[in-house]
């Protein structure tokens, strides 16, 4: 199968701070291929960087086989993109919008019309299409969107956030449109999200990113096999650094995360191996408040290899800004 993206190396830099630090991926056509961070961690520039909104500062990139630089009329050409902020025009009709964009690329009336009934058939938006826009709700308004950026029939489509501040019932409805959207439309999507159970549900493939690098890239279930079979929670209650250590010599256990007063241990046969893990913690004087066990998730893959939750990261990054912001205002 061809690849419908190439990138290596792709750089941005903003003022001193590396947003995409040297990421190279190969995407291939008809493939939902999902990046998933927190805010911040460099996903919507990345994108800008493919859909030609923003140039790099070092590296390349491919999108349906043309330079992201040296041909970017032909790559806009290829492409469709949902924002991240809303960018409809709420002053006109569902059909008005997606009239207004089939002509800013050129489709003649009889295809417009063609094509307009199709997408809106997609997304279930026929009845509301002579509807003023301002009247949608937010997932509507979400589905207009992505009948939008279908109306040209492009070969890769990008979705930047598309179910961000939706309530978690028409998130799910979104998700729906948007794997159907893939396999009848045979087309190649990228989406970015910190929602991780959005990332588990949609994607052929996995990249994790952070700080603007990619730290782990695979299918979501080889993600979660990669950490270890099973996840045994320890809440621990007092210092755990003789209860590590002792735990540190076990070659059944294969990788240790602590956080938040917690002890995440990867291991094979998890339900076997609680009994043991409470004699070593009596001998080593732990006291143990909650123990658990579950099969890994894309939430333990993100913390193995970040080293925080996506909530903690989240609140991480949002520190940095404003402390960066803040330092900006004082000098």
């Known amino acids: 199968m061809a690849d419908a993206i190439e990138i290596n190396g792709l750089t941005k830099v903003f003022d001193g701070l590396v947003a995409v630090d040297h990421v190279s991926i190969n995407i291939a056509e008809g493939e939902l291929f999902g990046l998933l961070g927190p805010n911040g961690a460099g996903k919507t520039t990345l994108i800008k960087m493919l859909a030609t909104l923003l140039m790099p500062t070092s590296g390349t990139a491919k999108v349906s086989r043309y330079d992201v630089t040296k041909d970017p009329d032909k790559v806009r050409r290829c492409i469709g993109i949902i924002f991240q902020d809303p960018s409809l025009d709420n002053r006109l009709t569902g059909k008005e919008n997606l009239d207004f964009h089939a002509r800013m690329y050129g489709m003649d009336g ?20 002579n509807v003023l826009v301002e009247n949608y709700s937010g997932g509507m308004k979400r589905r207009l969107e992505i009948a939008r950026g279908l109306m040209h029939h492009p070969e890769v489509l990008f979705l930047d956030e598309p179910t961000l501040g939706l309530d978690p019932q028409t998130r799910r409805h979104i998700w729906e449109y948007i794997r159907n959207l893939n396999k009848k439309e045979d087309i190649t999507i990228i989406l970015t999200t910190h929602y991780i159970e959005e990332a588990d549900y949609l994607c052929d493939r996995v990249a994790i990113i952070d700080y603007g690098k990619i730290v782990a890239l695979d299918a979501p279930k080889n993600l979660k096999y990669s950490i270890g079979v099973d996840i045994i929670s320890l809440e621990i209650s007092n210092s755990a650094d003789n209860f590590v250590a002792m735990l540190g010599k076990l070659k059944w256990i294969k990788k240790m995360k602590e956080h938040d007063g917690f002890l995440d241990l990867s291991v094979k046969n998890g339900e076997t191996r609680i ?49 960066r912001m803040r330092r900006r205002w004082h000098n």
Do not use: C, W
Request: charged share 40%; no cysteine.
């Open 275 to 323: 009994p043991e893990l409470m004699n070593i913690a009596q001998k080593a004087g732990v006291v143990v408040q909650s123990v658990s066990l579950r099969k890994p998730t894309l939430e333990d893959v993100f913390l193995h290899y970040v080293g925080k939750t996506i909530r903690e990261e989240e609140t991480s990054v949002k520190d940095q800004v404003r402390e």
């Open 110 to 129: 009889e295809l417009r019309k063609e094509r307009m009934s199709e997408v809106l058939d997609l997304v279930e938006l026929k009845d509301k299409a």
